[in-house]
């Protein structure tokens, strides 16, 4: 599974020091679509992901507590999910009859182990998983083969 590269010749259309990656997704998604025989997709893969991001910036400056609030959340019967589960892809394209999982990291971010596992899912069953740090990566992973 590859990785995001890092190295680069420049950092533009990656997420600046301080944004998130919700804020990449948002500037990629209109890029990506423009891409002839491309159906680009916003996997909403969270339970109620606003509210949950809103209170992960909150709790940020108390990490012990917000892995202690996730933790339990997910044991929460009945809980509101949607989207393809925990560790997939940000975006989901069609990229003329190809599947392709998109995943958007900031400058430093790492895959979790969910997403390892999804995106080795994925390549088992003949699809690519592209994890990504910029428009311009996002735009190449659904333009080539």
């Known amino acids: 599974m590859p990785t995001p590269s890092t190295d680069s010749t420049s950092d533009e259309g990656a997420v600046p020091r301080g944004r998130d990656e919700e804020h990449l997704v948002r500037l990629a998604l209109p890029a990506m679509s423009h891409v002839p025989g491309v159906l680009v997709l916003r996997n909403e893969a969270?339970?109620?992901?606003?509210?949950?991001?809103?209170?992960?910036?909150?709790?940020?400056?108390?990490?012990?507590?917000?892995?202690?609030?996730?933790?339990?959340?997910?044991?929460?019967?009945?809980?509101?999910?949607?989207?393809?589960?925990?560790?997939?892809?940000?975006?989901?394209?069609?990229?003329?009859?190809?599947?392709?999982?998109?995943?958007?990291?900031?400058?430093?971010?790492?895959?979790s182990p969910e997403q390892e596992t999804w995106g080795a899912a994925v390549e088992r069953a003949g699809g690519r998983y592209v994890p990504v740090r910029s428009v311009e990566e996002a735009v190449r992973a659904v333009s080539s083969p």
Do not use: H, M, Q, W
């Open 46 to 111: 969270n339970a109620l992901t606003s509210f949950l991001v809103g209170i992960r910036r909150v709790l940020r400056a108390y990490p012990d507590l917000l892995r202690a609030c996730e933790v339990e959340y997910r044991k929460i019967p009945g809980a509101i999910r949607y989207g393809l589960g925990i560790g997939s892809a940000d975006v989901v394209a069609c990229a003329r009859g190809a599947f392709v999982g998109v995943e958007f990291k900031s400058l430093t971010g790492r895959l």
